[in-house]
């Protein structure tokens, strides 16, 4: 996203006060990821690469679920240099892990063929360019190898739904955040990835494809099965053997975060719509610090720390992950 490049965009807090994403959604893309059909057992490579990493969250993890190798890309430089330094903070190998500037759609110039086992991108996919990632993506990845992209939507106050809609004016109207989001990614993420569509080329294992909403009663037009986590997780091998045509499900929300209030300040002024709202409002920014009288974060936020009280806040994200599987019989 061009406002990473924002001369005023701090990866730091990115890092700090963005959801950290639980352990149980790993376990389910472990599972799909290893899980077998059929009397052919692929041996897939033991490299992992994580498409637009940011500061590295994913990729971290990705080096403790028993991958030799994990990489992790991301066309901004800021969000690179970051993830390199979260290594050092966490004394991670760093033989294990690397990291380079370079777009998604670009992977098949840097990566021999077949040599990625699983590919990730965590709240980046709506970004990609469709046309293009997935022939690249088809090169690298091996045959029996899996994609797993995910993507949170609108967060709303986990006791609180009754101040939803103002979370919704506050992103979305014309005289808030509404015209400064980058689209159409923001659009992708906010209708739950609907738009974001797998490939249909033989390369790819159709009958393999899972849609998982990991989003409670936050979608309920989504007129879908619901599978509810069984001590925080979810068997996905199991809901496809006994339901095999089930492409599509939806089940508990997984992503959660506490917030003070202060923190839930600076995790707003992470947004990229922000960045552009300074551009267009320059005199905005000088206003930080005045509480109710602040900026529109430090307006927003006042209004609802009255309302609510207290010296925290729990917010929730509707999350979907995406999974697909190259075909075991390609090239």
Known sequence: ???????????????????????????????????????????????????????????????????????????????????????????????????????????????????????????????????????????????????????????????????????????????????????????IVDNHMQAFSFPCSPDWDQASCRIIYFCGDHIPELNLPYYPLQEGNLDVNKITHDHPDQKEYKTDVILRKTHSWASLNAYMRTWSALQFYYDQYPLERAKKGRGKEGDIVERFVSSIEELIGGHEVTIEWPLTLLLIKKSRWTD
């Open 1 to 187: 996203m061009s406002s990473f490049a924002f001369g005023v965009f701090d990866p730091s807090d990115y890092a700090s006060f963005r959801p950290t994403y639980p352990p149980s959604l790993y376990q389910i893309i472990k599972e799909y990821h290893t899980s077998i059909e059929g009397t052919i057992i692929p041996v897939l490579p033991t490299v992992a690469l994580d498409l637009g990493c940011g500061t590295g969250q994913v990729t971290r993890v990705l080096s403790k679920m028993g991958f030799t190798h994990v990489l992790g890309t991301d066309p901004s430089h800021k969000m690179i240099d970051q993830a390199n330094a979260e290594l050092l903070k966490d004394r991670v190998d760093d033989e294990q892990i690397k990291y380079t500037v370079l777009r998604a759609e670009e992977v098949d110039s840097f990566l021999a063929r077949k040599s990625v086992g699983l590919i990730t991108a965590g709240v980046a996919a709506h970004w990609f360019d469709q046309s293009r990632v997935w022939p690249g993506l088809s090169t690298v990845l091996a045959p029996g190898g899996t994609i797993a992209f995910w993507g949170y939507g609108e967060f709303r106050f986990k006791d609180h739904p009754e101040l939803t809609p103002a979370i919704s004016h506050y992103l979305n109207s014309p005289e808030q955040l509404g015209p400064f989001w980058e689209q159409p990614g923001r659009d």
